[in-house]
C-alpha cells in the first residue's frame, strides 16, 4: 500500500524548534519531488516547501525562508523539515505530499504543529 | 491575499451544474498547468481531481472537470451530488515567486 505518514508535530513556545519527518511505504520517494502544505485552524492550504529528487533544488514560501529547511534521505525514504524560530502563524496541520500536481500524487495523514502560547 | 483568486462560496440544487473559477496571472496559470484539490473535512488529506489543467485521474469520475484559458482555470462539477459538498483548491507554480500558490479555496455547498 503506497503511504506516506509525518510525524514530529506537537506543541512548541515561540521562538522554538521543531523537526517534522515524512516517511514512504510502498514506493520509493527518490523519483519524486516532496512538497510540504499546511493548513491553519479555519485558513486554506498554504504550500511551505518542495525539494527535488536528489534535494539539489529547494523552494521555500517567503514567510518561512531562513527559519524553514528541507532535506532528504534517499536510503531511509524520508523527507525532513527542520523548522526554527516557530511563530503563532506556524501553527497549522502540515502534511508531506509527494508529486503535488501529478496523478500519481499521495499525501501524508498531516501532522499538528501546535504554538503553546 | 492569495495569488490565485477563487470565489469563496458557490452553491447549487442536487443534479445541477456548477463552475469554480480560478484567477491568476502569466507568471502562474498563464505559463504553468493548473490543478485542482477537494478537501471534503478540513484537516484531513485533500484529493487530486484534476491535473495539467484539464486531465482526470482515473478514479475521479468524469462529472468533474477542468480547463484552462489564458490566465484562469475552470473546475466544472456536473450532477452534483450532497457528497459534493467540500472546499476546492485551484494551484499552479509561480514563476516569479518561484513557488508553488493555492487559491485562497472556495466552498461548495449543495442545497
Known amino acids: 500500500e503506497v503511504q506516506m505518514v509525518e510525524s514530529g508535530g506537537g506543541l512548541v513556545q515561540p521562538g522554538g524548534s521543531l523537526r517534522l519527518s515524512c516517511a514512504a511505504s510502498g514506493f520509493s520517494l527518490s523519483t519524486y519531488w516532496i512538497s510540504w502544505v499546511r493548513q491553519a485552524p479555519g485558513k486554506g492550504l498554504e504550500w511551505v516547501a518542495n525539494?527535488?529528487?536528489?534535494?539539489?533544488?529547494?523552494y521555500y514560501v517567503d514567510s518561512v525562508k531562513g527559519r524553514f529547511t528541507l532535506s532528504r534521505d534517499n536510503a531511509k525514504n524520508s523527507v525532513f523539515l527542520q523548522m526554527n524560530s516557530l511563530r503563532a502563524e506556524d501553527t497549522a496541520v502540515y502534511y508531506c505530499?509527494?508529486?503535488?500536481?501529478?496523478?500519481?500524487?499521495?499525501w501524508g495523514q498531516g501532522t499538528l504543529v501546535t504554538d503553546s502560547s | 491575499q492569495s495569488v490565485l483568486t477563487q470565489p469563496p462560496s458557490v452553491s447549487a440544487a442536487p443534479g445541477q451544474k456548477v463552475t469554480i473559477s480560478c484567477s491568476g496571472s502569466?507568471?502562474?496559470?498563464?505559463?504553468?498547468?493548473a490543478f485542482w484539490y477537494q478537501q471534503q473535512v478540513p484537516g484531513t488529506a485533500p484529493k487530486l481531481l484534476i491535473?495539467?489543467?484539464?486531465k482526470r485521474p482515473s478514479r475521479i469520475p468524469d462529472r468533474f472537470s477542468g480547463s484552462k484559458s489564458d490566465t484562469s482555470a475552470t473546475l466544472g462539477i456536473t450532477g452534483l451530488q450532497t457528497g459534493d459538498e467540500a472546499d476546492y483548491y485551484c494551484?499552479?507554480?509561480?514563476?516569479?515567486?518561484?513557488?508553488?500558490?493555492f487559491g485562497g479555496g472556495t466552498k461548495l455547498t449543495v442545497l
Open positions: 505530499a509527494s508529486a503535488i500536481a501529478a496523478v500519481d500524487c499521495s
Open positions: 502569466s507568471s502562474n496559470i498563464g505559463n504553468n498547468h
Open positions: 494551484g499552479s507554480w509561480d514563476n516569479s515567486l518561484s513557488a508553488l500558490v
Open positions: 525539494i527535488n529528487q536528489d534535494g539539489g533544488k529547494k
Open positions: 491535473y495539467d489543467n484539464d
